[in-house]
């Protein structure tokens, strides 16, 4: 529908030179896959084969809109909403597989396309949304709804199909939309080249250590994988460490030299910040000041109302009002933990005052300390493999799917694994494909995605989906497995429940299946799923030592639990910082530009943030909203943990594993995608709406 074209440009660049010289001529796109399970055939697929696929995929919805506008039938929903909505196959094929791609196997080559289709895009969706003829036939149909006797999903199709239009800019004046288009126009240009900054920001720096005496306090593996890294690089015989997360982490969490981790901390947060070419402090401020222009176009007072509206969340209060309710218990803790980490610095005779790139290293050295407890302990029982196994046979208990690895499947990188997922009943149910390991093609953290979405095509077939779980966690150093920490495990677990997510689909419509759901609603099966990976139960099925092959013991297990509260004022503060900085950059009611720090600055002094602790992603490198789909969003992760806390003791009232339960969770929440409001199908699984106090508890700030 066209909800999918109008979001198309945020949409790949969450996840986010030219010719056509031999694009055309074998281009894969444009023939149907004969791979089974009409998997990308990733070996065919060349860059200058996406540009005329895109050009060719508009041309082809461009038909299909005509033929929509111009059939000379009184409007009904079958040939009006449900052929606009299976309108652009073609062109929803190669901007799956092509935005997926960029975010793992990127190049210039490929950053070209992005910003050379771009703004090609955001003029395709506007001469669809703007089209008054078209919305013409949409909004006749809409005055009929009442009577027209949909189901539960087509009614959701129907409004959520005139909804897009108007927030669109169909009822716009033909001035206006003149402005709208440009605006448009301008933002997706900008948010594409946001997000190519900060990966070059991420692959820019580099710490080159020549001397062992400069790798004090690193963990053996570390060190290891430092060496294999720099011999990457061509720097051999020496240690290289990048703003990758594995190499970063490990760096400010266990380094003793105080000044290489301000150095390499200092380059993580001035990502963006550096006035030079890949600076973002400029693109921000425009972006902002362009969706605030846009929203007031639309008769919005902000950017925020006009995302809210669509989000459970519904009103920029009423996320204030949640943070609001997190912040003050979390500060205060927040405070003590720096007076705990400032009194140990003090202990040893440091005689400096904590500063942010202190903050990994003390909480690391005090949880030893408090709880005999540290990630080089804990890392030797969570081999990745057997932490996919963990998550996999979770699922497998929950609702009887199994995964099975495909070795003749296509893949466009050796470390991609392909698993084919099977229903109880043995029956097809999808392909996953996991990409866990960092390079500098990929884009940093973790995140899922989809190269196909589940639906039933117009005339009746089963489309299958095909979803891609992707992270960044350290590769095999040596004679070593890949070893991750207990908080990668929880960001595995958690990327498998939105994978879930689009696995489990059961939709009508593609622009409804699987994760089509409002920001605020979509972390929900992801976060659940961390639930499962810290249980005991389940932690012993998976967390075994790679050597010996032994459970992980109670003695650990009891650690980790007694260790579950700690440093939760930082986790808390930094993330709720994120959250408030995007709010405030999105309910800003001005359209001129302003120095994006300063702004950045008045936010963060604003709430009381304490130097020793930064907001987790600063404005310049905030790809989440500025390059993302989560503008006025970032709140969403600790709104869905209140309905995950909250969702998981339905689970522990009943049995972790109860299959009642389970189905109930799959039928309602994930299978349903966006085909009911989101707080309906909530209270359909728990019977009420969510309550605060079990997530206040979950994190400590509540006895």
């Known amino acids: 529908m066209v ?9 790949c660049l969450m996840f986010a030179a030219c010719g056509n010289q031999g694009g055309s001529i074998g281009n894969p796109f444009l023939s149907e896959f004969t791979t089974e399970f009409g998997v990308p055939p990733f070996n065919d697929i060349r860059t200058e084969h996406y540009l005329p696929a895109f050009e060719e995929g508009m041309r082809q919805q461009k038909e299909e809109i005509d033929a929509i506008v111009n059939n000379g039938d009184v409007p009904t929903f079958e040939n009006t909403v449900e052929a606009l909505e299976y309108s652009g196959a073609l062109l929803a094929k190669v901007s799956n597989i092509f935005y997926s791609l960029n975010g793992v196997m990127t190049n210039e080559a490929m950053q070209g396309v992005a910003e050379t289709i771009a703004p090609m895009l955001s003029m395709h969706g506007d001469d669809i949304s703007l089209n008054a003829d078209l919305f013409k036939r949409v909004k006749t149909v809409y005055e009929q709804k009442d009577g ?41 240009l900008l948010t594409v080249k946001f997000g190519d900054n900060v990966q070059k920001e991420d692959n820019n720096f580099k710490l080159v250590i020549d001397s062992r005496e400069d790798l004090a306090g690193l963990p053996e593996a570390v060190i290891t994988g430092a060496a294999e890294t720099a011999e990457e690089l061509g720097e051999s015989g020496k240690w290289v460490f990048t703003l990758h997360k594995p190499s970063l982490i490990p760096f400010i969490t266990y380094s003793d030299k105080r000044e290489l981790r301000e150095k390499i901390y200092k ?123 963990g998550a996999f046979d979770v699922a497998t208990k929950l609702w009887g799917i199994t995964f099975r690895e495909r070795f003749d499947l296509p893949k466009y990188h050796e470390d991609v694994k392909v698993f084919e997922v099977r229903d109880e009943d043995g029956s097809h149910l999808a392909i996953l494909y996991t990409d866990y390991f960092p390079r500098t093609t990929k884009r940093g953290g973790a995140w899922m995605n989809s190269y196909r979405d589940q639906y039933i095509s117009s005339d009746g077939e089963m489309i299958y989906p095909i979803i891609t779980n992707n992270g960044n966690f350290s590769k095999p150093t040596g004679d070593e497995p890949s070893l991750i920490t207990f908080g990668e495990v929880s960001t595995l677990f958690h990327e498998f429940g939105h994978a879930l997510h689009g696995l489990l689909s059961k939709c009508t419509y593609p ?26 139960t389940v932690m012993k099925t998976y967390a075994k030592h790679y050597q ?64 020793e602790i930064i907001t987790r992603y600063r404005t310049p490198y905030f790809r989440h909203i500025f390059a993302g789909g989560y503008s006025s969003g970032y709140y969403s992760y600790i709104w869905a943990e209140v309905l995950d806390s909250d969702a998981f003791e339905a689970f522990t009232e009943n049995g972790i594993f109860d299959r009642a339960t389970a189905l109930s969770f799959r039928k309602n929440i994930l299978e349903k995608g966006g085909t009911e409001d989101p707080m309906a199908l909530y209270l359909k699984f728990r019977g009420a709406e969510p309550k605060i106090d079990p997530l206040l508890k979950k994190r400590g700030l509540k006895n």
Do not use: C
Request: hydrophobic share 40%.
């Open 3 to 11: 909800k999918s074209l109008l979001l198309l440009s945020i949409l």
């Open 148 to 188: 027209l006797g949909l189901n539960a999903e087509q009614s959701k199709l129907l409004e959520d199909t005139y909804k897009d239009f108007v927030r669109g800019g169909a009822n716009l004046n033909p001035e206006d939309k003149a402005k709208f288009r440009k605006i448009n126009e301008e933002l997706s």
């Open 267 to 389: 380059a993580y947060f001035n990502r963006g910040n550096n006035n030079d070419e890949f600076d973002n402090k400029e693109i921000s401020a425009k972006i902002s000041a362009l969706r605030f222009e846009r929203a007031q176009l639309l008769g919005y007072e902000t950017h925020a109302h006009f995302v809210l509206e669509e989000n459970m969340a519904k009103a920029p209060e009423n996320v204030y009002g949640l943070l609001d309710q997190l912040w003050e218990p979390a500060l205060a803790m927040s405070k003590r933990e720096a007076r705990e980490f400032q009194a140990m610095i003090d202990r040893e005779g440091g005689n400096f005052k904590l500063e942010s790139w202190d903050w990994w290293y003390y909480a690391d050295k005090v949880k030893k300390e408090k709880y005999a407890l540290d990630d080089s302990q804990l890392k030797p029982y969570f081999k990745l493999e057997n932490v996919i196994q």
């Open 511 to 536: 622009s409804l299946s699987g994760t089509a759901v409002p920001r605020d609603f979509v972390e929900l099966p992801s976060q659940i799923m961390e639930n499962w990976a810290s249980d005991p």
């Open 548 to 611: 010996t092959g032994e459970p992980i013991p109670d003695e650990l297990i009891e650690k980790i639990k007694k260790a579950g509260h700690f440093n939760q004022g930082f986790i808390t503060v930094e993330y709720l910082a994120a959250s408030y900085l995007d709010m405030d950059w999105h309910t800003l009611k001005r359209a001129d530009e302003m120095d994006a720090l300063d702004f950045e600055n008045n936010s963060m002094n604003k709430i009381g943030l304490i130097p």
